[in-house]
Antibody, heavy 122, light 108 residues
Framework: QVQLVESGGGVVQPGRSLRLSCAAS????????IHWVRQAPGKGLEWVAI????????YYADSVKGRFSISGDNSKNTVYLQMNSLKVDDTAVYYC???????????????WGQGTMVTVSS | SSELTQDPAVSVALGQTVRITCQGD??????ASWYQQKAGRAPVLVIY???NRPSGIPYRFSGSSSGNKASLTITGAQAEDEADYYC???????????FGTGTKVTVL
């Protein structure tokens, strides 16, 4: 079935790096935008980053710009979120979500993964 | 920077109607979508492009917008509608997105 599965979360010290993965199945991966969204414990949702369906555009929230990098590997149907210079404030559940495609509404995140927890702590 | 403001919490009697609002300048140029999130679960899309319902979302969920405000209405709220609700829109740059602050809906 159509699904996204995140992995790579864990506990990391401030200033260190972590790479999250989002594996897609059940749909043509290379035709959809993929987003990362996070949620700090007890807080609301925060949009983090997008990679366009064709990989041509990548955009980031101001809070992570310059530290996080989104990339995709069509051969593995996987999107990555490389997180560098991690801060305590980056502690959150990280979700990947499917956005739109060239033939569907671009701004609807219709499929979500189950999330992966990232804890930044010394 | 773009911001979307929602009331922190609303309550509704079982079977009654509740409206959740989302306000921000970026709504003047971009449609809002709405997500339902139950405790410990991933968000679920309930309304996109202002008023469209994805397959499987009950008819009691509807969306509208005017000016800098978007609304999600639940007509005939059910116990299972108790959740947090978030709006989202593109921000003023048009390339990035911003979530609303979220509204906790309690069904009495």
């Amino acid at each position: 079935q159509v699904q996204l599965v995140e992995s790579g979360g864990g506990v990391v010290q401030p200033g260190r790096s972590l790479r999250l993965s989002c594996a897609a199945s059940g749909f043509t991966f290379s035709t959809y935008d993929i987003h990362w969204v996070r949620q700090a414990p007890g807080k609301g949702l925060e949009w983090v980053a997008i990679i366009w369906y064709d990989g041509s555009k990548k955009y980031y929230a101001d809070s992570v710009k310059g530290r996080f990098s989104i990339s995709g590997d069509n051969s593995k149907n996987t999107v990555y979120l490389q997180m560098n210079s991690l801060k305590v404030d980056d502690t959150a559940v990280y979700y990947c979500a499917r956005g739109g495609s060239v033939t569907t509404y671009r701004d609807a995140f219709d499929i979500w993964g189950q999330g992966t927890m990232v804890t930044v702590s010394s | 920077s773009s911001e979307l403001t929602q009331d922190p919490a609303v309550s509704v009697a079982l079977g009654q109607t509740v409206r959740i609002t989302c306000q921000g300048d970026c709504l003047r140029s971009s449609y809002a979508s709405w997500y339902q999130q139950k405790a410990g679960r991933a968000p679920v899309l309930v309304i996109y492009a202002k008023h469209n319902r994805p397959s499987g979302i009950p008819y009691r969920f509807s969306g509208s917008s005017s000016g800098n405000k978007a609304s999600l209405t639940i007509t005939g709220a059910q116990a299972e509608d108790e959740a947090d609700y978030y709006c989202i829109s593109r921000d003023s740059s048009g390339d990035r997105y911003v979530f609303g602050t979220g509204t906790k809906v309690t069904v009495l």
